[in-house]
């Protein structure tokens, strides 16, 4: 029944911040202090309702890419270790028997729990996994809470600079702004791409 309840008031979390997202964006503009700031910045990140590059790019125009990239990397790491817990202490058992059940995702997770640093580090760094996925993959998965942190604090760190970097330069340039996301882009395509090539390798 608790883990009902858990499941509710998350809903009910992401129903409010859905349908106030640009009100709460514009109260946050408003009156700009740093502990609002990073609860708006863990709120964006615990419940995806915005994709979060937008949401560190509108902080980067907003307040500068200092300011915005250690507030968006602290929300984004708050918020990972509280879905983590949430997953690992409530939901593991029920979906532990589940990711078991599943043969190619059982291989997934054996691999991930052998190597569970480079695990996480390398889902952070690729931007097409979802995150939220990967805190809750860990979670019900035997990946150490300290392994979690340090992996998730250090793979977060490139892309929210760059994307906090691209919004601060889109006030005086936005083509300055744009090249520096492509550049990013095609380089996590190439990243990508060697990445896949020697998955296949090994195989």
């Known amino acids: 029944m608790r883990k009902w309840l858990w499941l509710l008031l998350y809903v009910l979390l992401a129903g409010v911040t859905f349908i106030y997202r640009y009100e709460l964006l514009a109260w ?3 009156h700009q202090s740093i502990p609002l700031l990073l609860a708006m910045a863990t ?26 990239a250690w507030i968006c990397w602290l929300g984004t790491t708050l918020a990972a270790l509280l879905v983590y817990t949430g997953a690992r202490t409530i939901f593991r058992n029920q979906s532990r028997s589940y990711l078991e059940r599943i043969r190619g995702l059982n291989r997934f997770t054996t691999w991930m729990e052998a190597h569970p640093f480079m695990g996480i580090m390398s889902m952070r ?4 996994v979802p995150q939220m996925a990967v805190n809750i993959y860990a979670g019900i998965t035997y990946t150490p809470f300290w392994v979690f942190m340090v992996a998730t604090a250090i793979g977060k760190l490139p892309a929210i600079f760059v994307f906090a970097y691209a919004g601060a330069q889109a006030e005086s340039s936005i083509w300055l702004s744009l090249l520096i996301l492509a550049g990013y882009l095609v380089f996590m395509t190439i990243i990508l791409l060697l990445f896949r090539l020697r998955s296949r390798k090994k195989i």
């Open 43 to 68: 709120l964006f990140a615990l419940v995806p309702v915005i994709p979060y590059k937008i949401v560190i790019i509108a902080f980067g125009y907003s307040y500068g890419t200092t300011t915005a």
């Open 125 to 128: 760094l690729l931007p097409i």
């Open 28 to 30: 946050t503009d408003l």
